[in-house]
């Protein structure tokens, strides 16, 4: 275990799989069941200006429960509540980080451009914005938290949930925990909804590999890196592994039978593909380990829960894959 240890330590960051390599079909597929959404599929008609704020920052995800009588023309009386909200937990220090005097204003408004269907709701995102007490009046607030729910092509759960209840199974959230905590406790205690972390698992974090690797981008992409952490070690260990977006998907292409479908089988071989190369030139079995992270042009996700948007016209394709996953545990 210790050479395989030194060798991985020496491989941190360098696993690559280099231009030009001659892929072929290594397994018959024969399933035909897909078991998730296919992949996002370029939103042409979006602005990109109004979905720009969202991109290339990390957010954390949640899955939620149906808000109970929420409603999108209570949106201001909303925030001045969540502002008293804050305001009071304030006071008990509770509300900021010790040390930390702002003086938090709130701002709940609605984006119904993040939709994938017109059974879905809009999406609401909520804003805390923050101007010390030492600046002037007129200086310019400081955004310190944002979160937003939303429910992509959520369809399914939409339709069976009550009247008086809104569905909205995702939220991501960009900020410290402390403000975090707080807005969650206010929407649970007003809305009886509950909120839980949402993590990915490997295997879906392998189909997002697979799925991101089959989206075309217009400007030239970035590798695709897959990472993995070396279990049953005395100190954390991760390998990372660094593949050419046209390699990945000239493997892709060799493995996807149908064009817009995505089956777990192929999911399976575009990966035993990757393991298998890595294995011939370093020796170390990736199967063994687990997939923490996936990073490519159109999105990079961690198995924490946390994701990072990178490309507007794949936003809500993407989102259509988070929905699903919060609505999985949700139910």
């Not at 804050?86 to 006071?91: C, F, G, S, V």
């Amino acid at each position: 275990m210790e050479s395989v240890e030194g060798v991985a330590r020496t491989l941190l960051s360098f696993g690559r799989l280099s231009r030009g390599l001659p892929f072929g079909r290594a397994h018959g597929l024969s399933s035909r069941d897909p078991l998730l959404p296919l992949a996002p599929r370029s939103q042409e008609n979006a602005d990109p200006q109004r979905t720009a704020f969202l991109l290339r920052k990390q957010w954390t995800l949640y899955s939620v429960t149906p808000l109970y009588r929420f409603s999108n023309a209570h949106l201001r009386d909303y925030a001045r509540l969540l502002s008293a909200f804050i305001a009071a937990e304030k006071q008990k220090g509770l509300a900021v980080e010790v040390g930390v005097e702002l003086d938090i204003k709130v701002a709940v408004s609605s984006l119904p451009y993040l939709k994938g269907s017109d059974q879905d709701q809009a999406a609401i995102l909520v804003q805390l914005s923050s101007r010390s007490p030492a600046s002037p009046k007129n200086s310019e607030e400081k955004l310190i938290w944002s979160g937003w729910f939303c429910c992509v092509s959520g369809d399914d759960i939409s339709k069976n949930v009550p009247e008086d209840f809104t569905c909205l199974p995702l939220f991501l959230v960009n900020g410290a925990e402390c403000y975090t905590s707080i807005v969650g406790s206010w929407f649970q205690k007003t809305f009886d909804c509950s909120f839980r972390r949402l993590a990915i698992s490997p295997l879906i974090l392998s189909w997002m590999a697979a799925m991101w690797t089959g989206c075309k981008v217009d400007k030239t992409a970035s590798a695709i890196e897959l990472v993995f952490s070396v279990p049953c070690l005395p100190q954390p260990l991760d390998i990372s592994y660094a593949i050419h977006p046209e390699d990945a998907k000239a493997l892709w292409d060799t493995v996807q039978k149908t064009p817009g479908e995505i089956i777990q089988e192929e999911v399976d071989v575009f990966m035993d593909c990757l393991y298998s190369h890595f294995h011939r030139h370093f020796r170390i079995h990736l199967s063994a380990t687990k997939l923490v992270k996936v990073s490519t042009a159109i999105a990079s996700a961690h198995c924490d829960g946390i994701i990072k948007f990178l490309q507007s016209q794949y936003l809500t394709g993407v989102l259509m894959l988070l929905t699903e996953l919060a609505i999985s545990q949700i139910e």
